[in-house]
């Protein structure tokens, strides 16, 4: 089992990622949250083309949040993620 994410928190995280920041970007950025606590979710963005958008990686990271907790909102995390920008 994967350790407890706060989605907040993570999004807050994320959204201190550029518009025009990559998946290489937000695979290291994913390795700085809080002490590697969102290790597990890199595999879902590095299989993706590095120098894609990180808005790809976004939805990756969504849909193993959503798979791990149905319950998970896909849209107001992505919201959260993005309200910077």
């Given at each position: 089992m994967p350790p407890k994410i706060i989605y907040r928190r993570l999004?807050?995280?994320?959204?201190?990622?550029?518009?025009?920041?990559?998946n290489a970007e937000l695979v290291a950025w994913l390795r700085?949250?809080?002490?590697?606590?969102?290790e597990w979710l890199v595999p879902c963005v590095e299989g993706l083309k590095?120098?894609?958008s990180?808005?790809?990686g976004?939805?990756?990271?969504?849909?193993?949040?959503?798979?791990?907790n149905p319950r998970f909102d896909v849209g107001l995390f992505e919201d959260w993620a993005t309200e910077d920008l």
């Open positions: 999004a807050g995280h994320l959204a201190c990622l550029g518009e025009f920041a990559d700085e949250y809080e002490g590697g606590a969102a590095p120098t894609d990180w808005f790809t976004l939805r990756a990271i969504c849909l193993a949040l959503k798979e791990q």
